[in-house]
Nanobody, 124 residues
Framework: QVQLAESGGGLVQAGGSLSLSCAVS????????MAWFRQAPGKEREFVAG???????VYADSVRGRFTISRDNVKNMVYLQMNSLKAEDTAVYYC??????????????????WGQGTQVTVSS
């Protein structure tokens, strides 16, 4: 059984930074593709960033250059560093795991485990 728990959300002013963390429990974490998605009110859940078991990364166009995804396979953690935040980044952010480690990581349907989400609110 895989469990994911996000933390680190909050309220920040536009232009500020936040760092999200995702603690992952369960076997073979190091072999899984991991990703962050987000969902704003009234919108579909969308891909933000993904990272392969070997550290390869993919980003949505809207966050490339501002957000950084990383992972620590010893601590079973995934991180999302968010800089230069904009009001349109406001959403609930979800950590997700793909136990089949598919690539590219952008398809929501690939992910069979999800965290409960953490709210990020950016005030303009």
């Amino acid at each position: 059984q895989v469990q994911l728990a996000e933390s680190g959300g909050g309220l920040v002013q536009a232009g500020g930074s936040l760092s999200l963390s995702c603690a992952v429990s369960g076997p073979t974490f190091g072999s899984r593709t991991m990703a962050w998605f987000r969902q704003a009110p009234g919108k579909e859940r969308e891909f933000v960033a993904g990272i392969s078991r070997n550290g390869g990364t993919v980003y949505a166009d809207s966050v490339r250059g501002r957000f950084t995804i990383s992972r620590d396979n010893v601590k079973n953690m995934v991180y999302l560093q968010m800089n230069s935040l904009k009001a349109e980044d406001t959403a609930v952010y979800y950590c997700a795991a793909d136990t089949l480690s598919r690539w590219p990581p952008i398809w929501r349907g690939n992910y069979n485990y999800w965290g409960q989400g953490t709210q990020v609110t950016v005030s303009s």
